[in-house]
Nanobody
Framework: QVQLVESGGDSVQAGGSLKLSCAASGVPKTRYCMAWFRQVPGKEREGVAM????????YYADSVKGRFTISQDDARMTLTLQMNSLKPEDTAMYYC?????????????????????WGQGTQVTVSS
């Protein structure tokens, strides 16, 4: 059974950096997508970055390209999101998520992957 626990959220000034971590247990080596989502109250949840546990990063939202990096350690026990050059609009609750995939599927934000395991979230606040 996959379980996820996020940490690393904090309050920072614009231009600063944060590293979010997601302690993951029970994640298989293949046929799984791992992702970071974020949500602001009153707005839809947004997929920020995703990776295939077998091949690595597969998706970044346009709003974070070049600033955020998703990665996993070799044992797939920790999923991280390195966030640089933070902006006030990055303020949100950030969630780690996992979902199964068929071999031919790509881990992306098109809605084809059902992320059915979620962490509790960690708050990121960026002040101007």
């Amino acid at each position: 059974q996959v379980q996820l626990v996020e940490s690393g959220g904090d309050s920072v000034q614009a231009g600063g950096s944060l590293k979010l971590s997601c302690a993951a247990s029970g994640v298989p080596k293949t046929r799984y997508c791992m992702a970071w989502f974020r949500q602001v109250p009153g707005k839809e949840r947004e997929g920020v970055a995703m990776l295939d546990t077998a091949t690595g990063p597969t998706y970044y939202a346009d709003s974070v390209k070049g600033r955020f990096t998703i990665s996993q350690d070799d044992a797939r026990m920790t999923l991280t999101l390195q966030m640089n050059s933070l902006k006030p609009e990055d303020t949100a609750m950030y969630y780690c998520a996992a979902g199964k995939k068929f071999l031919w599927q790509r881990c992306g934000a098109d809605g084809s992957i059902t992320f059915n395991v979620w962490g509790q979230g960690t708050q990121v606040t960026v002040s101007s």
